[in-house]
């Protein structure tokens, strides 16, 4: 049995009434499957989603709809060490990430 994380799409509600989304630069840190990334994706103006755990990286890469592929990068990397510039995002979320 799978535990589905927030069946009820509360998460994803809270989200958007607290972050700004729309048209934004975001960073996603511990994006894993997807599965957070998948709900906003199509509002935003680029997602970086990263996560250090390459089997959930496979699992995103197959799971990103044709049409968020110049939208949505998927990228193996730390929160502790980003290798972005300063300013390159308007906004980072994360949900069970830590």
Known sequence: MTLRKDPEGIETAHLRDFAPLTGARVLEVGCGDGRLTWRYAAAARRVVGIDPDAEELSIAFRKRLPHLRSTVI?????????????????????????
């Open 74 to 98: 998927l990228t193996q990397a730390q929160a502790e060490a980003l290798p972005f510039p300063r300013e390159t995002f308007d906004v980072a979320v994360l949900a069970w990430s830590l």
